[in-house]
C-alpha cells in the first residue's frame, strides 16, 4: 500500500522563479494539506484541499497557490521565489480530513 | 489561539528511562490531539493521539496524558530506547473546518545508550 508520494525530492531554484511541487496520496485518502517546514522548526499550515477545492489556509501570501485533481493528487505552486522560501515542504493526506495525518517525506527546495 | 506550545526543546534520557514532553493550548475548540515523531530526512509519522473526552491512552510504551481543563497534554515514552532518537511534535486539530492541524515546535530527544 503506498503511502503519500511527493515530487521531486530536492530542488534548486533562483529567487523570482516559479515552482511546481507535487503529491499524490495514499490510497483511500481524499484530502490533502500542504505545509512548510524550515529547518529545526514545527511544520507550518500552507492550505488543505478537498473536493478539489481550496477548503482552508494559512497565514501565506498568495504567491503559494494549489490545486487538486479528480484523482485527489495535489500540486503546490510558488511564484516569485524568495530566499525565505526555502524549506522542506510537506504534504500530508487524510479522509475527509479527519484524524491523523500521513505525511511524504518531503520535498526539500533551495533559493539562491 | 491557534498557537501549540511546546517544551522542552531538546530532551536527552538515558536508555531505559522516562522521556516526557509538554504542550499547551489556547483554543478550547480544538478537539484532536496528534503526537508526531520525524527521523532526519523524513516527513512526520503519526505515533498517538487522543480527544479531550478522555484523560489519558496507552499504547505500547507511549502515553498521552491529557488535563482539559489546565489546557495541557504530555507524551510520556517508558523505557526509552536509542532507536528513539528523534524530533517529537505535537499538534492540535478542530472538526469544524475541516481538521487543520497546527504543530508545536518540536522537541528534539536524544536517548544515551
Known amino acids: 500500500d503506498a503511502g503519500v508520494t511527493q515530487s521531486p525530492t530536492h530542488l534548486i531554484k533562483t529567487r523570482g522563479q516559479q515552482v511546481t511541487l507535487r503529491c499524490s496520496p495514499k490510497?483511500?485518502?481524499?484530502?490533502v494539506s500542504w505545509y512548510q517546514q524550515a529547518l529545526g522548526q514545527g511544520p507550518q499550515f500552507i492550505f488543505q484541499y478537498y473536493e478539489e477545492e481550496e477548503r482552508q489556509r494559512g497565514n501565506f501570501p498568495d504567491r503559494f497557490s494549489g490545486h487538486q485533481f479528480p484523482n485527489y493528487s495535489s500540486e503546490l505552486n510558488v511564484n516569485a521565489l524568495l530566499l525565505g522560501d526555502s524549506a522542506l515542504y510537506l504534504c500530508?493526506?487524510?479522509?475527509?480530513?479527519?484524524?491523523?495525518?500521513?505525511f511524504g517525506s518531503g520535498t526539500r527546495l533551495t533559493v539562491v | 489561539q491557534q498557537q501549540v506550545k511546546q517544551s522542552p526543546q531538546s530532551l536527552i534520557v538515558q536508555k531505559g528511562g522516562i522521556s516526557i514532553i509538554n504542550c499547551a493550548y489556547e483554543n478550547t475548540a480544538f478537539d484532536y490531539f496528534p503526537w508526531y515523531q520525524q527521523f532526519p530526512g523524513k516527513g512526520p509519522a503519526l505515533l498517538i493521539a487522543i480527544r479531550p473526552d478522555v484523560s489519558e491512552k496507552k499504547e505500547g510504551r507511549f502515553t498521552i496524558s491529557f488535563n482539559k481543563s489546565a489546557k495541557q497534554f504530555s507524551l510520556h515514552i517508558m523505557d526509552s530506547q536509542p532507536g528513539d532518537s528523534a524530533t517529537y511534535f505535537c499538534a492540535a486539530s478542530m472538526s469544524t473546518g475541516g481538521f487543520k492541524t497546527i504543530f508545536g515546535a518540536g522537541t528534539r530527544l536524544f536517548v544515551k545508550a
Open positions: 500530508a493526506s487524510s479522509l475527509g480530513g479527519r484524524g491523523g495525518y500521513t
Open positions: 490510497s483511500g485518502h481524499d484530502t
